[in-house]
């Protein structure tokens, strides 16, 4: 990895852990399986960090922008996926 996730000075320490874990596991479901409950649960405690679907949208950017990696893909894989793990 040879880059930087999109963080917020402004939040607390265990919101930066909480945004690591989600882009940690956008990662893994690239790289191998994810449990689809795990990418929703994660997506829904980012949605309490970052409610502005603008900002949403800014920092999954971001984050696509330096690693190729879609967070709105994997997100919307999850909810439409039957299986319980799944991969990209």
Do not use: C, H
């Not at 929703?40 to 502005?52: F, V």
């Amino acid at each position: 990895m040879n880059y930087q996730y999109p963080l917020d000075e402004t939040w607390t320490k265990e919101e930066i852990i909480d945004v690591v874990n989600f882009f940690s596991l956008m990662e893994k479901a690239y790289e191998g399986k994810v449990k689809k409950q795990n990418v929703l649960a994660l997506y829904n405690r980012l949605k309490e960090i970052i409610p502005s679907k603008s900002e949403e949208k800014k920092v999954f950017a971001a984050f696509e922008r330096d690693s190729g990696y879609s967070s709105y893909k994997v997100v919307k894989k999850a909810r439409e996926t039957k299986d319980e793990m799944f991969s990209m």
